[in-house]
C-alpha cells in the first residue's frame, strides 16, 4: 500500500472517529471508495437521513439500503 493511501486511510479512521461526515464526504468526492464505505456506515451510526439521502440519489445502492432500513416502520 502506498504512503498516499495509508494518508488517505488515517484521515478516513480519523472522520469516522469523530463523526465528521463532512470530512468523509470530502475523501469520497475525491474519489475514495473507503470513505464511501465509511460515510455510510458513519451516517447510519449517526441516523443521519440526509446524507443518506444524498448519496442514493446519487445512485449509491448501499445507502439506498441502509436508508430504507432506518425509515421502517
Known amino acids: 500500500m502506498s504512503a498516499d ?4 486511510d488515517e484521515q478516513i479512521q480519523d472522520a469516522a472517529e ?3 461526515l463532512a470530512e468523509l464526504r470530502r475523501l ?6 473507503d470513505a464511501v464505505d465509511q460515510l ?3 451516517a447510519t451510526e449517526l441516523g443521519a ?4 439521502r444524498r448519496l442514493a440519489a446519487g ?13 421502517e416502520e
Not at 5 to 8: G, H, L, M
Not at 60 to 71: C, F, I, S, V
Request: negative net charge; glycine residues 10%.
Open 28 to 33: 469520497a468526492d475525491a474519489g475514495s471508495s
Open 5 to 8: 493511501q495509508d494518508a488517505v
Open 49 to 52: 437521513l440526509d446524507e443518506l
Open 59 to 71: 445512485g449509491n445502492q448501499d445507502a439506498a439500503d441502509q436508508l430504507a432500513e432506518l425509515t
Open 18 to 20: 469523530r463523526g465528521d
Open 40 to 42: 455510510i456506515e458513519t
